[in-house]
């Protein structure tokens, strides 16, 4: 019998299904992990819904394994959760790096296992992107383009502004810093995050700023709260994610301090992300922009693309980008939120 089997194994390896494609000749699921930079956060939410319904419609072929670190940080447990997932030999992995440089050293791992990997919402390093094979979510540059655009037609004349952002190493932040700060100025800067405003296209970032949440989404209502009590006269405040709407009933405390300003434009508050419930605070008056990504996107593509690259059928665009949606207070009604 061992020797039936042996002899079974060794013609499957010689048709060349080997690995993931053995597992399906026994008929079993791809494990195809979605792994975010962390699961409390209504963001990841949405790619992980995206990424169950692919699941449902590929009834029996594939398990969406959705697993990440629990809180904020910086990368270090999303690593060591890759590293897990390599040994035990998931068949394939779809990764949005909290710290591109770390989480390099992991992926390249991945490819000596022979593991395939997409990365999602964010990328790796330039220097590192052969260790994946596509990146599928948002041009992060362009999120920054939208939000200084959204800024500009508030505040033609500039100001000062705080940008707000996630991790330091958080390469798909960093983008969306360059292209605010790029957008601002008037000058395309050589690599992210930019040149500091310091008057340029009559912009200055006041001291302090720019401010890092590491994704903790308290501490980023905590943020705002203080530089708008410390510089009364702050003519925009933009967070690179949704970070402080994220708590909708803490934003909405601070927010509301400073709604007159906003309502009056004296205060250019516009935040990245256009999930239901920014969209809401934005009906309340409490946001005068968001520039949106598509989530369920990211996380539904990423499976048939995954699904394709382990069957050999095709291998999916590099990059591949999801869209964006930039929606105002005069826009709501027929923006798309996602």
Same mark, same amino acid.
């Given at each position: 019998?061992?020797?039936?089997?042996?002899?079974?194994?060794?013609?499957?390896?010689?048709?060349?299904? !080997?690995?993931?494609?053995? &597992?399906?000749?026994?008929?079993?699921?791809?494990?195809?992990?979605?792994?975010?930079?962390?699961?409390?956060?209504?963001?990841?939410?949405?790619?992980?819904?995206?990424?169950?319904?692919?699941?449902?419609?590929?009834?029996?072929?594939?398990?969406?394994?959705? *697993?990440?670190? #629990?809180?904020?940080?910086?990368?270090?447990?999303?690593?060591?959760?890759?590293?897990?997932?390599? =040994?035990?030999?998931?068949?394939?992995? !779809?990764?949005?790096?909290?710290?591109?440089? &770390?989480?390099?050293?992991?992926?390249?791992?991945?490819?000596?296992?022979?593991?395939?990997?997409?990365?999602?919402?964010?990328?790796?390093?330039?220097?590192?992107?052969?260790?994946?094979?596509?990146?599928? #979510?948002?041009?992060?540059?362009?999120?920054?383009?939208?939000? &200084?655009?959204?800024?500009?037609?508030?505040?033609?004349?500039?100001?000062?502004?705080?940008?707000?952002?996630?991790?330091?190493?958080?390469?798909?932040?960093?983008?969306?810093?360059?292209?605010?700060?790029?957008?601002?100025?008037?000058?395309?800067?050589?690599?992210?995050?930019?040149?500091?405003?310091?008057?340029?296209?009559?912009?200055?970032?006041?001291?302090?700023?720019?401010?890092?949440?590491?994704?903790?989404?308290?501490?980023?209502?905590?943020?705002?709260?203080? !530089?708008?009590?410390?510089?009364?006269?702050?003519?925009?405040? *933009?967070?690179?994610?949704?970070?402080?709407?994220?708590?909708?009933?803490?934003?909405? =405390?601070?927010?509301?301090?400073?709604?007159?300003?906003? &309502?009056?434009?004296?205060?250019?508050?516009?935040?990245?992300?256009?999930?239901?419930?920014?969209?809401?605070?934005?009906?309340?008056?409490?946001?005068?922009?968001?520039?949106?990504?598509?989530?369920?996107?990211?996380?539904?593509?990423?499976?048939?693309?995954? !699904?394709?690259?382990?069957?050999?059928?095709?291998?999916?665009?590099?990059?591949?980008?999801?869209?964006?949606?930039?929606?105002?207070?005069?826009?709501?009604?027929?923006?798309?939120?996602?």
């Amino acid at each position: 019998m061992l020797k039936k089997l042996l002899l079974g194994t060794a013609a499957l390896a010689i048709a060349g299904l !080997v690995g993931a494609d053995l &597992a399906q000749a026994q008929g079993k699921k791809l494990t195809i992990a979605l792994v975010p930079k962390n699961v409390n956060n209504p963001f990841f939410d949405q790619a992980r819904d995206g990424c169950k319904k692919a699941e449902r419609e590929l009834a029996g072929k594939i398990e969406c394994l959705y *697993v990440g670190p #629990g809180e904020h940080g910086g990368g270090e447990e999303q690593v060591q959760m890759v590293n897990d997932l390599i =040994r035990r030999k998931v068949d394939g992995l !779809v990764v949005s790096p909290s710290n591109a440089a &770390a989480m390099a050293v992991a992926l390249a791992e991945a490819k000596k296992a022979g593991i395939p990997v997409l990365t999602f919402d964010a990328d790796l390093l330039e220097k590192d992107k052969a260790l994946r094979i596509a990146y599928v #979510g948002t041009h992060n540059y362009e999120i920054g383009v939208g939000l &200084a655009e959204i800024v500009k037609s508030i505040k033609p004349n500039g100001g000062t502004i705080c940008i707000q952002s996630g991790g330091a190493a958080a390469a798909n932040h960093n983008e969306r810093m360059q292209g605010i700060r790029d957008t601002l100025s008037g000058k395309k800067s050589d690599k992210a995050p930019g040149e500091r405003l310091t008057g340029q296209g009559g912009w200055t970032e006041i001291a302090g700023c720019p401010l890092y949440t590491d994704d903790d989404f308290n501490r980023a209502v905590q943020q705002m709260e203080d !530089v708008l009590a410390k510089n009364p006269n702050l003519d925009a405040f *933009v967070p690179t994610g949704g970070f402080p709407q994220f708590v909708p009933d803490a934003y909405r =405390r601070v927010a509301s301090k400073y709604k007159d300003k906003i &309502a009056s434009k004296q205060l250019a508050l516009v935040v990245a992300d256009t999930l239901p419930v920014q969209m809401k605070l934005m009906e309340e008056g409490l946001s005068l922009g968001q520039v949106g990504q598509r989530p369920f996107e990211m996380g539904y593509k990423s499976m048939y693309f995954m !699904v394709d690259i382990i069957e050999k059928k095709q291998m999916p665009k590099d990059p591949t980008y999801t869209g964006l949606d930039k929606c105002t207070p005069e826009t709501i009604k027929t923006c798309i939120g996602g």
